[in-house]
């Protein structure tokens, strides 16, 4: 019994492990501070009381932040490819649900949970922001 619990630490601590393997490569983006404040009932937000309608709002976040309606909630993620150094093509696009890189690459995202599609050799998810509807706005921001 004496040297059960001390076997169970030692079994704790080896097992745990660091996420900086998994995260080495995640690193393209800044982590840049987002508070930033969209009215829905403003003509060029209008589509977000919607689900799965996308929006692209510019000066937030690297490359902007896409803001989409799930149907139950909002979620927004910055619009700048994490998988690559941010250049202009990096931007990327909306295409329906999912969102395109414009560089060579083409890597593409879905907007409801922030992962590749179909492409398994991608590291790195969309960078994520909070969304809190407050009244007719949403409240972006990390």
Do not use: W
């Not at 979620?75 to 941010?86: E, G, L, Q, S």
Request: proline share 5%.
């Amino acid at each position: 019994m004496k040297y059960l619990f001390p076997l169970i630490f030692l079994i704790t601590l080896f097992s745990c492990s660091k996420n900086s393997d998994d995260n080495r490569n995640c690193n393209f983006l800044l982590d840049v501070d987002v508070n930033t404040s969209i009215n829905l009932t403003l003509p060029e937000y209008s589509q977000l009381q919607f689900p799965n309608n996308p929006v692209y709002i510019s000066n937030a976040g690297n490359g902007g932040v896409i803001v989409n309606n799930t149907g139950s909630s909002y979620i927004a993620f910055d619009a700048a490819d994490p998988n690559h150094i941010f250049e202009n093509c990096s931007v990327l696009k909306i295409n329906g649900i999912n969102a395109i890189c414009g560089c060579e690459d083409k890597n593409e995202y879905n907007l409801l949970n922030g992962l590749a599609v179909n492409n398994g050799n991608l590291r790195c998810p969309l960078k994520q922001y909070r969304v809190e509807p407050s009244g007719n706005n949403l409240l972006i921001f990390n």
